[in-house]
């Protein structure tokens, strides 16, 4: 049986790179369309891949019509919540604008499927913690509100187009690499906290900063949901076979509903890594919330969605054995 084709905005990217490999495994062709801003050409593991921007819409027109497409995972976006704060016109251009002339593609391409990369930002500062989905949006960086307006939009297309649906996915703090180290984080400037403690324990960095001690949490540093990149990426496939067979829009938490403090996180990286490397007390990080945890409770029941890698030390094992990837593939580059 010929596979069916779904198209996956940002695939050449961090999660959507997962994702276009999972969709593959599980008997899909995924269709990656990226621009490569980000996203590297190497990433694409499997399927077909169209180099392009979301905003063309003559481009995801043909692509969507060629490839008979049977739904869209919408991940291309910017994400970095501090450079959101400095360049707030680049993160509405592209996570709002942008993502409003794909879906007004997708509904003239009658796409009926759509999921979409939201984040636990939608929340800003939660009233409640573990934050369950009826919390109210009030973002606290242009990068979430961002998102929010993509939401607010998705939202409002699925109630005037019926045969319209999504599913809005919210992020917690996404981490770790694929198993064999195939895939995994390469941003050119690293900002994510796993990511720049490993590199520090690699020597790339003489000290990690720590962003905060006197935050309203057990340790005084913040407090966050890290979620295995491989559990993230199952729960975007449950939401393609939720939107086929319910035909009914959603939007879940995706986290574990376990919080870590950036401490606990460098004594992890610590020990995994066998390194003791410098962490320094530092000022806030501009746009950071104290505490971040999901109640996932709902993805749970109505996706029936299992992590198989609530395991902070896992996590950290499967980013430090690609980061080491990376810094070898880096040596043999100069
Ligand atoms: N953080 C830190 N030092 C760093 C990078 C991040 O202390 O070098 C903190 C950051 O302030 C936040 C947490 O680690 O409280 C997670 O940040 P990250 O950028 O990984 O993800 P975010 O929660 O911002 O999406």
């Not at 000290?207 to 905060?212: C, N």
């Not at 407090?223 to 729960?235: F, G």
Request: charged share 25%; net charge neutral; glycine share 8%.
């Amino acid at each position: 049986m010929a596979r069916e084709n779904i198209l996956v905005t940002g695939g050449a990217g961090y999660i959507g790179s997962h994702v276009a490999r999972d969709l593959y495994g599980k008997g899909f062709n995924p269709v990656v369309l990226d621009n490569l801003s980000t996203g590297c050409r190497d990433n694409v593991l499997y399927g077909d891949f169209v180099l392009g921007n979301i905003n063309d819409g003559p481009l995801v027109a043909r692509t969507i019509r060629e490839y008979n497409i049977r739904g869209v995972i919408h991940f291309a976006a910017s994400i970095v919540v501090e450079e959101s704060v400095s360049r707030p016109l680049e993160y509405y251009e592209n996570n709002s604008l942008n993502a409003f002339r794909l879906v007004k593609t997708c509904i003239e391409n009658d796409i009926r499927e759509f999921v979409f990369s939201s984040t636990a930002a939608v929340y800003g500062i939660p009233e409640k913690v573990p934050v369950p989905e009826t919390a109210p949006m009030i973002p606290i960086n242009p990068y979430g509100k961002s998102k929010v307006v993509t939401e607010m939009l998705l939202q409002d297309v699925s109630v005037a187009y019926p045969g319209f649906h999504y599913i809005a996915l919210r992020y917690f703090n996404v981490a770790g690499a694929d198993g064999e180290a195939r895939l995994g984080q390469n941003y050119r400037k690293p900002t994510h906290l796993m990511t720049l403690a490993l590199r520090t324990a690699l020597g790339d960095y003489p000290e990690l900063k720590i962003f905060g001690r006197d935050y309203p949490t057990p340790d005084g540093t913040a407090v966050r949901d890290y979620i295995h990149i491989d559990d993230l990426s199952a729960a975007h496939l449950l939401a393609l076979g939720y939107l086929k067979n319910e035909k009914k829009s959603r939007v879940f938490n995706c986290g574990y509903g376990v919080g870590r403090s950036v401490a606990e996180v460098v004594a992890a990286a610590r020990e995994v890594t066998g390194v003791d490397f410098r962490a320094v007390p530092c000022d806030r990080r501009p746009g950071d919330a104290p505490e971040l945890v999901a109640d996932s409770r709902l993805i749970r029941t109505e996706l029936g969605w299992i992590p198989r890698f609530n395991d902070l030390h896992y996590i950290i094992e499967t980013a430090w054995k690609w980061e080491k990837k990376l810094k070898e593939e880096r040596k043999v580059r100069k």
